[in-house]
């Protein structure tokens, strides 16, 4: 394998990455992203490494690389939604370093899916977006998903009636959390839960909820997208409340050709090597049919 390791120029500090080429055309690429909270370029169980390896031997060069501040470059840390400049330098880089290429695929887990849809209508050379359990997270949602796919579903559960009758269940905490829950799902908060976080330095509008902001991305975005989604996972699943509050999400997917697998049982990681493995077999049939014009329909598949 000739990985290549890559050091960013172009933004405050220097950005360090993983270049993995691949023989034949090259025309598509892959920039592998990893946002939000301690992690870097390998990805949760190596993921990341693997995929890019898998992808690589299929003819699709890969680039991996550590957002500022996080792994192993340097700089300040910089939160999910100001790191337009971080993916512009290494898509810059990855195509410098890969001549033949025509366009990139943004892949991206959780918040990262989010920084592809915030970003991807901003640049040409981006054909395509892989959303994994998309991050779009505000306070009233979340408070409306635990209710509806947690405490209905734990009532259900023998386990929880088994504590309750040999006494062993908390009701006057439970009863606290339940109602505060119900009372945000009521409510009309749209926090993006980004109160206490720092001031971008980018120009970046917050006064509208995340969910908007990466609508009004997708409404933008020109060209195709994967979305796969774990059935063990409550991100993926207040990303799925969304679609059904809001037609205007549908209706920009259909747009943008999506094509959707379902794994019910995986976690928000994919920990185990099956469930990474066809996530990797998805990725390898979807950029392979990635078509230089952006109109075949959408497509479900589970």
């Not at 950005?15 to 301690?38: D, F």
């Not at 330095?201 to 979305?227: C, E, H, N």
């Not at 049982?265 to 493995?277: C, I, N």
């Amino acid at each position: 394998m000739n990985e290549k390791p890559i050091v960013l120029e172009g933004v405050a500090s220097p950005l360090i990455g993983m270049l993995h080429p691949a023989s034949g055309k090259q025309e598509t690429g892959v920039l592998m992203m990893v946002a939000g909270g301690p992690q870097y370029r390998i990805g949760g169980h190596r993921q990341l490494v693997l995929w890019a390896r898998k992808f690589s031997s299929q003819g699709f060069p890969v680039m991996r690389f550590d957002f500022s501040g996080m792994g192993d470059s340097y700089g300040e840390y910089v939160e999910f939604e100001d790191t337009e400049a971080d993916i512009r330098v290494a898509l810059d880089r990855f195509f410098a370093e890969t001549p033949t290429l025509k366009q990139v695929v943004l892949w991206g887990e959780c918040n990262a899916s989010s920084s592809s849809l915030l970003f991807a209508h901003k640049d040409s050379r981006v054909k395509g977006v892989v959303m994994i359990n998309p991050w779009v997270r505000t306070e009233q949602g979340q408070a409306k998903a635990v209710v509806k796919h947690y405490y209905l579903d734990r009532l259900k559960q023998r386990s929880f009636w088994v504590k309750v009758f040999s006494l062993k269940f908390d009701f006057v905490g439970s009863m606290k959390s339940a109602l505060k829950m119900i009372s945000l799902a009521r409510g009309q908060s749209t926090s993006s839960l980004q109160a206490n976080k720092k001031p971008a330095k980018i120009d970046v509008d917050r006064s509208k909820p995340l969910p908007d902001r990466m609508l009004d991305g997708l409404s933008r975005f020109k060209g195709q997208i994967m979305l796969v989604m774990s059935g063990r996972d409550m991100i993926s699943k207040e990303f799925d409340d969304l679609l059904q509050a809001v037609p205007a999400w549908q209706e920009h997917l259909a747009a943008c050709a999506m094509v959707r697998h379902d794994l019910q049982y995986a976690d928000h990681t994919f920990s185990t090597s099956k469930w990474r493995e066809q996530v990797a077999e998805w990725g390898i049939d979807w950029l392979s049919s990635l078509p230089d014009d952006q109109n075949s329909q959408t497509q479900t598949v589970n």
